[in-house]
């Protein structure tokens, strides 16, 4: 079992430029949810997909958009990329009653 | 905002248990209480989650108060490589799975030789 896994690891981006990030959750896991880390903070909730819904919304502006597709997997989207959108941006996955498993993330840098 | 208060840090004597704190005095009837921790540039990592009773797995056993305004996590033997920062969250279940998790400042363990 492979865990989560997230793709790219590393990527920069110029301001007002759009991204897309990956994330495969871990085998049997329904539900994915993603986060923003800036550098010494702790991880921030964008939003959670559960049957290609989303479901909860954290306090992130409309430029943060994502997708659940029908085998689980999912993508974060983030328009209009400012320099203070420079995270870890982290996915985790999760089922019925049990804890979420996140992936090492992928490094963002908006230049 | 955060719903728990915890330690900024915390050191420990490899071998010995670690015993970590969390107070989280406005748990509402439906709110789990979750445990996680990071190593320095990964992803957090589960650790163990209960509702009122005490629960234990392989990686550490969590006692929760009887009003379950408090909590502790503890390793039983901690080793260098438990040296991490530990996050104590309260989270409520949406459709029987984890809902959002928000993360407070938790508690750096330095786990000492």
């Known amino acids: 079992d492979a865990g989560v896994t997230q793709s790219p690891t590393h990527l920069i981006k110029t301001r007002g430029q759009q991204v897309t990030l990956r994330c495969s959750p871990k085998?049997?896991?329904?539900?994915v949810s993603w986060y923003q880390q800036a550098l010494g903070q702790g991880p921030q909730f964008i939003f959670q997909?559960?049957?290609?819904?989303?479901?909860q919304r954290g306090n992130f502006p409309d430029r943060f958009s994502g997708h659940q597709f029908p085998n689980y997997s999912s993508e974060l989207n983030v328009n209009a990329l400012l320099l203070g959108d420079s995270a870890l941006y982290l996915c985790?996955?999760?089922?019925?009653?049990?804890?979420?498993?996140f992936g090492q993330g992928t490094r963002l840098t908006v230049v | 905002d955060a719903k728990t208060t915890q330690p900024p840090s915390m050191d420990c004597a490899e071998g010995r248990a670690a015993n970590l704190p969390c107070n989280h005095s406005?748990?509402?009837?439906?709110?789990?209480v979750y445990w996680y921790r990071q190593i320095h540039s990964q992803g957090p990592q589960y650790i163990i989650h209960?509702?009122?009773n005490n629960e234990t797995n392989e990686m550490a056993s969590l006692i929760i108060t009887e009003d379950r305004k408090s909590s502790t996590l503890i390793l039983p033997h901690a080793t260098l490589r438990d040296t991490a920062v530990y996050y104590c969250?309260?989270?409520?279940?949406?459709?029987?799975?984890?809902?959002?998790?928000?993360f407070g400042k938790g508690t750096k363990l330095s786990v000492k030789p």
């Open positions: 985790a996955s999760s089922s019925l009653g049990g804890g979420a498993f």
């Open positions: 085998s049997g896991h329904d539900t």
């Open positions: 997909y559960y049957e290609e819904e989303e479901r």
């Open positions: 406005t748990i509402s009837g439906n709110e789990y």
């Open positions: 209960g509702l009122k």
């Open positions: 969250i309260v989270s409520p279940h949406y459709g029987g799975s984890q809902g959002n998790l928000i």
